[in-house]
């Protein structure tokens, strides 16, 4: 498999950023719910430091996932076949979901900063109240829509996979992908 996509197939190095950054979000999210629900303030640093962690590191294979787009890589061509419809929806769910990323990371970053809870977190002092901070609410409501997002994601794979048996997950790397070979 190549390192850059093809017009069929998605390379290597897309892949691999996809696959990583939905396991993150799969973890970030886990670890926020958790420390959401949480009542007891001393078991609520870990998880919380693991969710900023993990945070972290989809905003940063989110970026590097729009710099590889932009500087070094293309899309695959649109699966032939495909409504054009289906086209535009897919273009327009994948770019909400980086824009609810980005918003997702700006707003956790804004509630670290303006409580002032990074010294608390690495001291290991009681933490301040999140559930007041304007960008802790806003975070909350991005957490919403991402999910909601990732969801129609995942529902449109599955479609794709299972009624339209067009093996376009194949193009992800799920399942064989000879039937996408092309001349790279």
């Known amino acids: 498999m190549s390192l850059k996509s093809t017009s069929s197939h998605y390379g290597s190095v897309a892949i691999a950023i996809h696959w990583t950054s939905a396991a993150a979000i799969l973890f970030a ?9 949480i009542g007891d303030p001393a078991r609520i640093r870990p998880i919380l430091l693991a969710h900023i962690s993990l ?6 294979l989110t ?4 710099a590889w787009w932009l500087l070094a890589d293309r899309h695959p061509l649109p699966h032939a076949g495909q409504p ?13 979901i980086y824009a609810a990323i980005l ?17 608390h977190l690495l001291a290991g002092t009681p933490l301040p109240d999140f559930s007041t901070l304007p960008p802790r609410i806003a975070h909350g409501i991005f957490a919403r829509l991402l999910l909601g997002l ?5 529902a449109a794979a599955i479609y794709h996979q299972l009624v339209r ?17 092309d001349a790279a």
């Open 55 to 60: 945070g972290l590191l989809v905003l940063l």
């Open 103 to 119: 918003l997702m990371a700006a707003s956790g970053i804004a509630t670290i900063i303006l409580s002032d809870a990074l010294p």
């Open 165 to 181: 048996r067009d093996r376009l997950l194949a193009r992800m790397g799920v399942g064989d992908a000879s039937r996408f070979r």
């Open 29 to 37: 999210f886990a670890a926020g719910l958790t420390a959401a629900n």
């Open 63 to 66: 970026l590097l996932r729009i």
């Open 150 to 154: 990732l969801a129609f994601h995942i």
């Open 84 to 96: 054009g419809w289906q086209t535009a929806l897919a273009s327009i769910v994948h770019l909400a």
